[in-house]
């Protein structure tokens, strides 16, 4: 048994676990015995689950164990998945899972590791954002309630299943709530679900234009949760990207729902195409940029001096962009020592936006920040 198993299974409340099994549809039966509930599985009832009502029980952890996998295994899913959403029974577990060439082996390489948790960060903050303030582009994802929300979401362990990532979403982020109102946290991941199922389902039928205009009772899609989903594909396209959710059983989650949405891998060239188009067109106009130095990759000139690429890491709006700019001799030597000595740089430019490194063309005024 995996070690991980039985110190899952001694965390999990009875009630909690209880709770679950009644969201889900589950229906409580008569038991003989005072300190042990027993339910059956929604339909025809085949699968009986047995509960120890009682933490004190020498088997406690033994019968909650035996009760998971009945549970894992009507569900369809992992034993270790689901104890660890019966230990988080007050948060929403989001799933970003990458199945592919990619992640044969059930690993990532760091940078699109990296990559996969800076997108589903940004894609919850646009989708808190749009709860908030519907609109196809936030300018800066700095609403109070959004923030709060992502704030409080905890990485967990990521999951069997080529790569899973794995977030906890908190319910709600204020001290009270009304009866009769979702929580602001399920908002946020529903709404998440949903605009992510409908992008797909858009683009699945050959119909993404219609991302562009809004249609009633349909969540509106936003340039930022475009760039999200296209920040977490490997550079390669090598791989599909499911978001799922298990739904907390505090709070009754409607039948309609949506909890999985597939992104292919030939579907993320679309999607940034809209996240271009989702975008307020502006004036070309110079404006200025201030990041550092990540990456030199010049070359000698006919006269031996370095000049040629360099990426940046600059600030946009709300947003920390990779910048790829043409320099000459002179400013590249700056560049170089910039990057040296990790100082700032500010530059003047049109910026170009890209999927993965962004443009910077007509670049002028480089320089280094003085301390």
């Not at 990296?114 to 589903?120: M, R």
């Not at 009270?176 to 908002?187: I, L, S, Y």
């Not at 990790?342 to 003085?370: C, M, T, W």
């Amino acid at each position: 048994m995996n070690a991980n198993i039985p110190k899952l299974a001694a965390a999990v409340g009875y009630q909690d676990f209880r709770s679950y099994l009644i969201a889900r549809g589950w229906t409580p039966s008569p038991s003989r015995r005072n300190n042990v509930a027993i339910l059956r599985s929604p339909g025809t009832g085949e699968v009986e689950i047995q509960l120890p009502l009682d933490t004190n029980f020498a088997d406690y952890v033994e019968a909650i164990v035996l009760a998971a996998r009945r549970l894992a295994a009507h569900e369809g899913r992992p034993l270790e998945a689901t104890l660890r959403d019966l230990t988080h029974p007050r948060r929403d577990v989001l799933r970003y899972a990458l199945s592919g060439e990619a992640t044969e082996s059930g690993t990532l390489s760091l940078q699109a590791g990296a990559n996969l948790v800076n997108g589903a960060l940004k894609s919850l903050l646009a989708s808190a954002c749009s709860v908030q303030r519907p609109r196809t582009f936030h300018p800066r994802m700095t609403l109070g309630d959004a923030e709060t929300f992502v704030r409080a979401c905890r990485l967990g362990q990521t999951e069997i299943g080529s790569f899973v990532l794995t977030i906890d979403a908190p319910l709600d982020i204020r001290d009270e709530v009304m009866a009769d109102e979702t929580p602001f946290g399920r908002q946020a991941t529903s709404y998440l679900l949903a605009a992510t199922h409908r992008l797909a389902n858009a683009i699945r039928h050959g119909e993404s234009n219609r991302i562009l205009d809004e249609e009633p009772n349909a969540p509106l899609i936003s340039a930022n949760l475009c760039e999200s989903l296209v920040e977490m594909a490997p550079s390669d396209e090598s791989a599909d990207l499911r978001i799922s959710s298990t739904w907390s059983p505090m709070i009754p989650t409607p039948t309609q729902v949506i909890s999985e949405a597939r992104i292919d891998r030939t579907m993320f060239e679309a999607i940034e195409r809209l996240s271009l188009q989702l975008r307020p067109s502006r004036h070309s106009e110079f404006d200025k940029f201030v990041g550092t130095v990540v990456e030199l990759s010049g070359s000698p000139n006919p006269d031996g001096k370095l000049e040629g690429d360099v990426v940046l890491q600059v600030q946009s709006d709300d947003q920390l962009l990779k910048v790829r700019v043409t320099l000459g001799p002179d400013d590249y030597v700056q560049a170089a020592e910039a990057h040296l000595e990790q100082r700032y740089v500010s530059v003047r430019g049109l910026l170009h936006r890209r999927r993965r490194i962004n443009l910077l063309e007509k670049p002028s005024d480089f320089a280094v920040i003085p301390r």
